[in-house]
């Protein structure tokens, strides 16, 4: 069997909803990544702000997708649809990702071709500190390496066959999918 070494293409999917104030941030991160192939889709699910102005203003560097209000996972399923990545990964439009998430992301899922979704640990950050400091600053404060970091397997099924929830859920910012696994069920 041949290995393919093409690097998998990531996108980002973010979704907006009245966040003007983030929305330009998060996409600034989602562009600033150390890795080359990542494509960057922005959701407005309706906003009443100029969130589509700033949304705009990115012009061909993020692929932008306007529609009238219908929730998250409406514009997660837009964001899904709008999208070519075999890793899809989802980020609110009031977080932010450091620069080496989708290449790290990417390597996970090439070194566990098995695996069909995977979460990471966020850092906290308040607003302020967001805005008084650059990405590259808080890039360095944050950062990880993936690589020294041990990884468990959490398998749902048990719990899902209980019909019971999972003990903890991870956020929505800190969820990657393969495009085989989301293919099931997105939109």
Not at 63 to 84: C, D, E, I, T
Not at 99 to 111: C, I, K, P, T
Not at 129 to 151: G, P, Q
Request: charged letters at 20%.
């Amino acid at each position: 069997m041949a290995v393919n070494n093409t690097p998998p293409l990531v996108s980002i999917v973010i979704n907006n909803y009245n966040y003007a104030s983030f929305v330009g941030q998060a996409i600034d991160s989602a562009l600033n990544q150390s890795y080359d192939n990542v494509e960057v889709i922005v959701v407005d699910d309706g906003s009443q702000d100029n969130s589509r102005d700033i949304i705009s203003s990115y012009g061909d560097k993020v692929v932008p997708v306007f529609q009238k209000n219908g929730g998250q996972a409406a514009a997660f399923n837009a964001g899904f649809v709008h999208s070519s990545g075999d890793i899809i990964c989802l980020l609110d439009a009031d977080d932010l990702v450091l620069h080496n998430r989708a290449e790290q992301v990417a390597n996970m899922f090439r070194q566990h071709p098995k695996i069909d979704w995977f979460f990471h640990e966020s850092a906290p950050v308040d607003a302020e500190e967001i805005t008084n400091i650059t990405l590259t600053e808080l890039y360095k404060k944050y950062a990880k390496d993936l690589t020294k970091i041990a990884f468990e397997t959490i398998d749902f099924k048990s719990n899902l066959r209980n019909s019971e929830l999972p003990y903890f859920a991870p956020s929505t910012s800190n969820l990657c999918f393969s495009r085989a696994l989301l293919d099931r069920f997105f939109p």
